[in-house]
């Protein structure tokens, strides 16, 4: 009977040791199998059997992207102003072997590589260029850091200057020169507000007289094409009338020379016109010769008509 627990128990113990000589890998990991102390293979991804007692996993490695924040780092700059800056590295392990043998404490060491290599970046600019040139310094230590930590297996995806804290005193001078900066390009702005509005009123103006010169031209051009086309109708009214007299005398004078008048006819048209010509308000009048001789003629034949009717 003591026989017999005693081999349960050596049967408990051994599927034990199997069960814990299998190993499941899960996603993003790895596992950095040593053999007696010595670096054996690297496990991706899946299952894996380890020799009992000889083997042990002695590292396991997270392959995802990792971010660690670092403390404030103070640094110099050029122009010998201290201020403190903390960065952000976002790094991936791509080589489990070297990332477990390369260094023993792979994120203190990125933390001072870091520290060091953004005192030698910001030590090569002055405290404007520093403000101003984030992008630029970000790539710099990149580079830099990626270079050396591919020794150990590490590859830095980016790194990201999270602040940049200048002492109070520089922070009061460029609030005061952000505040005359902006006073300044509001006055600027006002300047070229009150500009514009007066170029905008004198283009006004400007519109405004030559529509009323515009105005007054065309309507000076119509009064002026009135006048002329009232005189050319007065010119055209009169004209009409000339003819129609004209015509009036003419007609009269062929009616008389076809109705064959004589000269005696004649003769009394012509003191008919002579009495009209007496009535006016003319003060002279002038009688043609023959009119004249006409005139002595009638006298004549009226007296020796008086002296006939006497001797009667």
């Given at each position: 009977?003591?026989?017999?627990?005693?081999?349960?128990?050596?049967?408990?113990?051994?599927?034990?040791?199997?069960?814990?000589?299998?190993?499941?890998?899960?996603?993003?990991?790895?596992?950095?199998?040593?053999?007696?102390?010595?670096?054996?293979?690297?496990?991706?991804?899946?299952?894996?059997?380890?020799?009992?007692?000889?083997?042990?996993?002695?590292?396991?490695?997270?392959?995802?992207?990792?971010?660690?924040?670092?403390?404030?780092?103070?640094?110099?700059?050029?122009?010998?102003?201290?201020?403190?800056?903390?960065?952000?590295?976002?790094?991936?392990?791509?080589?489990?072997?070297?990332?477990?043998?390369?260094?023993?404490?792979?994120?203190?060491?990125?933390?001072?590589?870091?520290?060091?290599?953004?005192?030698?970046?910001?030590?090569?600019?002055?405290?404007?260029?520093?403000?101003?040139?984030?992008?630029?310094?970000?790539?710099?230590?990149?580079?830099?850091?990626?270079?050396?930590?591919?020794?150990?297996?590490?590859?830095?995806?980016?790194?990201?200057?999270?602040?940049?804290?200048?002492?109070?005193?520089?922070?009061?001078?460029?609030?005061?020169?952000?505040?005359?900066?902006?006073?300044?390009?509001?006055?600027?702005?006002?300047?070229?507000?009150?500009?514009?509005?007066?170029?905008?009123?004198?283009?006004?103006?400007?519109?405004?007289?030559?529509?009323?010169?515009?105005?007054?031209?065309?309507?000076?051009?119509?009064?002026?094409?009135?006048?002329?086309?009232?005189?050319?109708?007065?010119?055209?009214?009169?004209?009409?009338?000339?003819?129609?007299?004209?015509?009036?005398?003419?007609?009269?004078?062929?009616?008389?020379?076809?109705?064959?008048?004589?000269?005696?006819?004649?003769?009394?048209?012509?003191?008919?016109?002579?009495?009209?010509?007496?009535?006016?308000?003319?003060?002279?009048?002038?009688?043609?010769?023959?009119?004249?001789?006409?005139?002595?003629?009638?006298?004549?034949?009226?007296?020796?008509?008086?002296?006939?009717?006497a001797e009667e």
């Amino acid at each position: 009977m003591f026989g017999f627990l005693v081999l349960i128990i050596i049967l408990i113990i051994v599927l034990f040791v199997l069960i814990s000589c299998v190993k499941i890998v899960p996603q993003a990991h790895a596992y950095v199998l040593e053999r007696l102390g010595g670096y054996k293979e690297t496990w991706s991804v899946g299952i894996h059997f380890k020799m009992p007692i000889l083997d042990r996993v002695a590292r396991r490695v997270s392959l995802k992207e990792q971010v660690v924040d670092f403390e404030p780092q103070a640094v110099i700059t050029k122009d010998n102003v201290t201020m403190q800056i903390d960065t952000v590295v976002f790094f991936q392990i791509t080589d489990p072997k070297k990332y477990a043998y390369g260094v023993e404490n792979p994120i203190a060491a990125i933390e001072n590589l870091t520290a060091t290599t953004l005192r030698n970046i910001i030590g090569d600019l002055e405290l404007d260029e520093t403000l101003t040139s984030r992008e630029t310094i970000n790539t710099k230590m990149r580079t830099i850091l990626d270079i050396a930590t591919d020794e150990w297996g590490i590859k830095v995806n980016r790194v990201e200057l999270k602040n940049i804290m200048p002492p109070k005193a520089i922070q009061d001078a460029m609030e005061k020169q952000m505040k005359a900066e902006r006073e300044r390009r509001e006055a600027i702005l006002r300047a070229e507000g009150e500009k514009k509005s007066t170029i905008l009123v004198a283009e006004g103006e400007k519109e405004s007289v030559i529509l009323e010169a515009e105005a007054a031209k065309q309507a000076a051009i119509l009064k002026a094409e009135a006048e002329k086309q009232k005189r050319i109708k007065e010119a055209e009214g009169q004209a009409e009338a000339i003819r129609s007299v004209q015509k009036a005398t003419a007609e009269g004078i062929e009616f008389i020379k076809a109705a064959g008048a004589d000269d005696a006819v004649l003769t009394l048209k012509s003191l008919e016109a002579f009495a009209k010509a007496a009535d006016g308000k003319s003060t002279k009048i002038i009688i043609p010769s023959d009119l004249q001789g006409i005139a002595g003629l009638t006298k004549t034949i009226s007296e020796i008509a008086r002296t006939e009717k006497a001797e009667e």
